[in-house]
């Protein structure tokens, strides 16, 4: 599937809880894009799955929150949980590499 190219008008925001972050999803197919952080307005997440050229496998190691208490409710700040990485397994014997890849 390849991906799509859209206008930010194609974009859905939704707002949960305190209504301060800003979490951007494509009205078309429903993916997440990005969000505007409700620790720091001035930051901003991205799903790196939705950038061309960029892998999620390009990163060696991502620490993991655990995604239930946020930083800001929290007086010691976020807990790292664990960690996500990616190993790559040697190829079948006379087969090449392959890089993989983000769709589109």
């Known amino acids: 599937m390849a991906a799509s ?3 930010p008008d194609a974009l859905t925001v939704y707002r949960f809880n305190t209504g301060t ?13 990005h969000h ?6 001035n930051q901003y997440g991205v799903n790196v799955a939705c950038l ?4 999620p496998f390009d990163f060696a190691d ?3 929150i ?3 208490n946020h930083p800001s409710d929290r007086a010691r700040g976020h807990e790292i949980v664990g960690h996500l990485r990616f190993v790559r397994t040697d190829a079948p014997q006379g087969a090449p590499a392959a890089r993989p890849s983000a769709p589109g």
């Open 62 to 64: 991502v620490p993991v």
């Open 5 to 7: 190219r859209s206008t």
């Open 52 to 55: 061309k050229g960029v892998s």
């Open 21 to 33: 972050a800003q979490h951007y999803f494509c009205g078309k197919c429903g993916i997440y894009t």
């Open 36 to 41: 505007r952080r409700r620790s720091n307005l």
């Open 66 to 68: 655990d995604g239930i």
